[in-house]
């Protein structure tokens, strides 16, 4: 199947672990995302990245540190879990970012990573 | 700052009605906007796709529009199914390459 997959599918932690969650896609994108899912459904962006170059870094706490072996691959580190960490967490991922084409824009979505910080 | 409104918050319809869901947006540089549905404890799945030069897309019964002028786009599903059931999300995506998301409408279709 082509898709974009994320590992692990739940995660639950204490408070001051450090944790990574997956992402793997196999869909031939340049362009891979974190994005944030909050309690109240907000979602909202926190890195990118294009070919293994970070183009995008929102306001996001430096506990967090994305790492991109390849680019079909972008996983999600995070130190010193706190609290407010807790969320669901969506990877994503699209053709590079300007290139024509009315489909090549179109990000595709992981089924996400419930993180719980206890 | 890109802002992303989606009124309403929730909708109810009856088994066969027509469904409008409304997304407004205030960058005027919008590169193109994107509606996703989400269930509950998925992921997005994404719909349609509208270009910053296009004025729609269909795709079976859904139907979304783009009026760049007044920072609107309306995603019309005709006939709804209890299986519509879902959240809907609009995203848009400006020149800074990042999705700026609203917070969804949740539709419900009674059978």
């Known amino acids: 199947d082509t898709a974009v997959s994320q590992t692990p599918k739940y995660l639950v932690t204490q408070m001051g672990n450090d944790k990574s969650i997956k992402c793997e896609q196999n869909?031939?994108?340049?362009?891979m995302y974190w994005y944030k899912q909050d309690s109240k459904k907000f979602l909202k962006i926190m890195f990118s990245?294009?070919?293994?170059?970070?183009?995008i870094n929102e306001t996001v706490p430096n506990r967090f540190s994305p790492k991109s072996p390849d680019k079909a691959h972008l996983n999600l580190h995070i130190n010193s879990l706190e609290l407010g960490d807790s969320a669901v967490y969506f990877c994503?991922?699209?053709?590079?970012?300007?290139?024509?084409?009315?489909?090549?824009?179109?990000?595709?979505f992981g089924p996400g990573t419930r993180l719980t910080v206890l | 700052k890109q802002e992303v409104t989606q009124i309403p918050a929730a909708l109810s319809v009856p088994e066969g009605e027509n469904l409008v869901l409304n997304c407004s947006f205030t960058?005027?540089?919008?590169?193109?906007l994107q509606w996703f549905r989400q269930d509950p404890g998925k992921g997005l799945t994404s719909l349609l796709l509208?270009?910053?030069?296009?004025r729609e897309q269909t795709s079976g019964r859904l139907n979304a529009s783009l009026d760049k002028s007044s920072g609107r786009s309306t995603l019309y599903i005709a006939a709804s199914q209890p299986g519509d059931s879902a959240t809907y999300l609009c995203?848009?995506?400006?020149?800074?390459?990042?999705?700026?998301f609203g917070a969804g409408t949740t539709v419900t279709v009674r059978a």
């Open positions: 990245y294009n070919n293994k170059e970070l183009i």
């Open positions: 869909l031939g994108h340049d362009t």
């Open positions: 509208i270009q910053s030069s296009q």
């Open positions: 995203a848009q995506r400006s020149n800074d390459y990042k999705l700026s």
């Open positions: 960058d005027s540089a919008i590169y193109n």
């Open positions: 994503a991922s699209s053709q590079r970012p300007g290139t024509s084409g009315s489909s090549y824009n179109e990000q595709f």
